[in-house]
């Protein structure tokens, strides 16, 4: 069984950062691209970031650049995303998800997601 679980959010002032990191288990781990995406309140879902197998190539949202790093640990079948200078509009559930996005596009009824795990960014 394919298990994928989030943590790490938590509430941060403007300009605050966190780490979150997304456990898996149920599959080879090292041969799947992963990706970051998020859902801030009232919003739709919103593709942050990606990475390949290796850990070598990574993408960003325009908005996120600069100031979100994603990473990889296959030894400890774990993804991690950096969140730096954070905004208040960035406040979301942030999900991890394999197999999610298909051509540019997030495709819910596709793939594997986690329970999601919540950044509120407020003075």
């Known amino acids: 069984q394919v298990q994928v679980v989030e943590s790490g959010g938590g509430s941060v002032q403007p300009g605050g950062s966190l780490r979150l990191s997304c456990t898996t288990s149920g599959f080879t781990f090292s041969i799947w691209p992963m990706n970051w995406v998020r859902q801030a309140p009232g919003k739709g879902l919103e593709w942050v970031s990606s990475?390949?197998?290796?850990?070598?190539?990574?993408n960003y949202a325009d908005s996120v650049k600069g100031r979100f790093t994603i990473s990889r640990d296959n030894a400890k079948n774990t993804l991690y995303l950096q969140l730096n200078s954070l905004k208040t509009e960035e406040t979301a559930m942030y999900y991890c998800?394999?197999?999610?996005?298909?051509?540019?596009?997030?495709?819910?009824?596709?793939?594997?997601w986690g329970q999601g795990t919540q950044v509120t960014v407020s003075s």
């Open positions: 998800c394999r197999s999610c996005v298909v051509a540019g596009r997030i495709e819910t009824e596709f793939g594997y």
């Open positions: 990475i390949n197998r290796s850990g070598l190539s990574t």
